[in-house]
């Protein structure tokens, strides 16, 4: 075989690697496959997003939870924190946990009630989506989430009403810790659980990436209140400052402001 021959055939073996990579096709469609043929009756009911998002924000509450009662006799814990030197007390923990579980009872459980009655069940298509789609979607989602609640947000701290009524409770603890994610008024807990739920809709995700999207947005912003700099926190492994992350909220803002 001639040199040039040699190069083209190896380029085009290069190249159908990258798209096997890209495409996504075969990355995603055994786990797709597994998922539609083992779980599709779970997969399909409008009460699974409830479910995976509300189990996951209590299992990652959970985690962090642990570490903030091992913190203080911890220091190898503890030098993540930032602020070290106020521990996470009880008290604390049963306030939020409190005002989690009653917004749960009474805001969330009436919302997947009303879901579970109002929307047919998902449908699932045969084909996984591309991986391209699959990251692009959930960055997609990301991004108008965090544009959204940056507007309600300063829509909020502008108007002194608003913030008086509905978001100053979450704002009641300048310590950030990871039961304070969820501490909030009903009003801003419809809010954000209503746009996690319309965004995939909205720019027509795959179902697999709805999830995705669903699980890191849990995730981002339970770390985000978290009250710890991890190395592996996002916003440690986001470049230029792009991410907030949970150093925002190292210093507690003005009421109203």
């Given at each position: 075989?001639?040199?040039?021959?040699?190069l083209?055939?190896?380029?085009?073996?290069?190249?159908?690697?990258?798209?096997?990579?890209?495409?996504?096709?075969?990355?995603?469609?055994?786990?797709?496959?597994?998922l539609?043929?083992?779980?599709?009756?779970?997969?399909?009911?409008?009460?699974?997003?409830?479910?995976?998002?509300v189990?996951?924000?209590?299992?990652?509450?959970?985690?962090?939870?642990a570490?903030?009662?091992?913190?203080?006799?911890?220091?190898?814990?503890?030098?993540?924190?930032?602020?070290?030197?106020?521990p996470?007390?009880?008290?604390?923990?049963?306030t939020t946990?409190?005002?989690?579980?009653?917004?749960?009872?009474?805001?969330?459980?009436?919302?997947a009630?009303?879901?579970?009655?109002?929307?047919?069940?998902?449908?699932?298509?045969?084909?996984a989506?591309?991986?391209?789609?699959?990251f692009?979607?959930?960055?997609?989602?990301?991004?108008?989430?965090?544009?959204?609640?940056?507007?309600?947000?300063?829509?909020?701290?502008?108007?002194?009403?608003?913030y008086?009524?509905?978001?100053?409770?979450?704002?009641?603890?300048?310590?950030?810790?990871?039961?304070?994610?969820?501490?909030l008024?009903?009003?801003?807990?419809?809010?954000?659980?209503?746009?996690?739920?319309?965004?995939?809709?909205?720019?027509?995700?795959?179902?697999l990436?709805?999830w995705?999207?669903?699980?890191?947005?849990?995730?981002?912003?339970?770390?985000?209140?978290c009250?710890?700099d991890?190395?592996?926190?996002?916003?440690?492994?986001?470049?230029?400052?792009l991410?907030?992350?949970?150093q925002?909220?190292?210093?507690?803002?003005?009421?109203?402001?």
């Open positions: 075989m001639s040199a040039g021959r040699l083209r055939a190896e380029a085009l073996s290069w190249m159908s690697d990258v798209r096997n990579v890209t495409g996504g096709d075969l990355v995603l469609q055994p786990l797709w496959d597994y539609h043929q083992n779980h599709h009756d779970l997969l399909r009911s409008p009460l699974f997003p409830v479910v995976l998002s189990t996951t924000y209590f299992v990652l509450v959970g985690v962090y939870t570490l903030d009662l091992l913190a203080p006799s911890w220091p190898c814990i503890n030098r993540y924190r930032l602020h070290p030197d106020k996470v007390t009880w008290p604390n923990i049963w946990l409190g005002v989690t579980v009653h917004n749960h009872l009474f805001f969330i459980f009436p919302a009630v009303a879901q579970w009655l109002w929307r047919p069940p998902t449908p699932l298509p045969p084909e989506p591309s991986l391209w789609s699959f692009l979607g959930i960055l997609g989602c990301m991004f108008v989430f965090d544009f959204q609640y940056y507007l309600w947000h300063l829509l909020h701290h502008r108007v002194p009403w608003l008086r009524t509905f978001h100053a409770v979450h704002h009641q603890y300048s310590q950030p810790f990871s039961l304070v994610t969820q501490y008024s009903g009003w801003e807990l419809f809010s954000v659980g209503f746009w996690a739920t319309v965004n995939p809709i909205l720019l027509r995700c795959h179902c990436t709805t995705g999207f669903m699980l890191f947005n849990v995730y981002v912003s339970t770390e985000d209140h009250g710890y991890f190395p592996w926190a996002v916003h440690n492994l986001v470049p230029f400052g991410w907030g992350g949970s925002a909220r190292r210093a507690p803002p003005a009421a109203g402001h």
